[in-house]
């Protein structure tokens, strides 16, 4: 896409050019081509439940088009809207927003690319414990500010320690990006692993933190911590949620901020030269969502974890294969290491994107490189497909690496 993008007619901006494709959308969009020139393709690559959107919400859509809910709405969203998603953080996160906290925006992604771009400057460091969210150090790269990775492994579960976030701040230092539960790794902090976080950051002025919590409620231990609610921390954190994925709403694009009112405002007019405000009729039905009690997504969330359970049994049976057991989301993120420098006698492994590509051409199932998330031993598998797909994603996975030898 690159090497086109620079021989079309003119060139493209140097900004652009430093942007690199976002590695989830690129192996989706190679799988599609695969599938239109008749492959059979099995695709764990995108992020997205298997699921239909609730009927509630769906008719919660239907009333707000039935009561003409089709004007522009304003910039930070409607404001019944944002008073049931401040409701659902004081209920659900212990967070006491109120309206004019809220930025309600075209998905998770816009919320968190609207804060980024409102207070990372040029040169400021930005950290994010690796691995992250493919568009986390694009989205700070595009902002001028430098991404500062902190390395977790397997072995600690994927999670970084005290130390190593102590350590990785300097005076340069400016936001801190993560994701729990994880996408990639599913992995959840606790309470007192977010505390022990919160005493470091709090000890530096000027540092503050996106909490992305957009998989809260796809979390198979308990309750999902934000860091938001431990004392001092309201000030300093953005909390970035949405309906996607717990309520099966990818496609309705919408995901909202709870933040201190001067990072709103500036999310807001940042917001209002992008896009102006969401979907109207999509936050209507948002709003059903966020005031729906969470239990009605459980049925959901057992189904995920008989997956989750199901995929670590099939991983576990590859010889090579190291993963963690996910306590959320809807992913596993293998290590493969084991199998670079290997060879089917056509093609060598040398790291995780060449992997995910073999698998891709030679077995006709999608992954995603770990390289994109920051851990280029690894890959990422989505468990969002139904156990028969699973099945057969596992076996065409076990089938290909088995053809690898030194």
Known sequence: MEQALKNSTGRVSELLSQLNESATLAMARKSRELAQQGVDVVSLSLGEPDFDTPEFIKDAAKTALDNNITHYPPVNGILEVRRAIAEKFRRDNGLQYT?????????????????????????????????????????????????????????????????????????????????SPCNPTGSVYSRSELQSF????????????????????????????????????????????????????????????GAPKWIAEACNKMQGQITSGANSIA???????????????????????????????????????????????????PDVSSYFGKTDGHVTIKNATDLSEFLLEKEHVAVVTGEAFGDANCIRISYAASENVLREALKRIKNGLGRLHA
């Open 283 to 333: 936050q209507m039905a948002t709003k059903s969502a966020v005031e729906a009690d969470p239990s009605v997504v459980k049925p959901m969330i057992e189904t995920f974890h008989k997956r989750r359970d199901l995929v670590y049994g099939l991983l576990k049976e590859i010889p090579g294969v190291v993963t963690n057991l996910p306590e959320g989301a809807f992913y596993f993120f």
């Open 99 to 179: 309206a004019e906290n809220i930025v309600i925006s075209t998905g998770a992604k816009q919320a968190i690319a609207n804060t980024v771009y409102a207070l990372v400057n040029p040169g400021d460091e930005v950290i994010m414990p690796s691995p992250f969210w493919v568009s986390y150090a694009e989205l700070v790269k595009l902002a001028g500010g430098i991404p500062v990775m902190i390395n977790a492994t397997v072995e600690n579960d994927f999670k970084i320690t005290t130390a190593q976030l102590q350590d990785a701040i300097t005076d340069k230092t400016k936001l801190i990006i993560y994701s």
């Open 198 to 257: 919160a005493d470091v950051i709090l000890a530096k002025e000027e540092l503050y933190v996106i909490s992305d919590e957009i998989y809260e409620l796809i979390n198979f231990n308990g309750k999902t911590e934000s860091i938001a609610s431990i004392p001092g921390m309201a000030e300093r954190t953005i909390t970035v949620n949405g309906v996607s994925k717990a309520f099966a709403m990818t496609g309705w694009r919408i995901g909202y901020i």
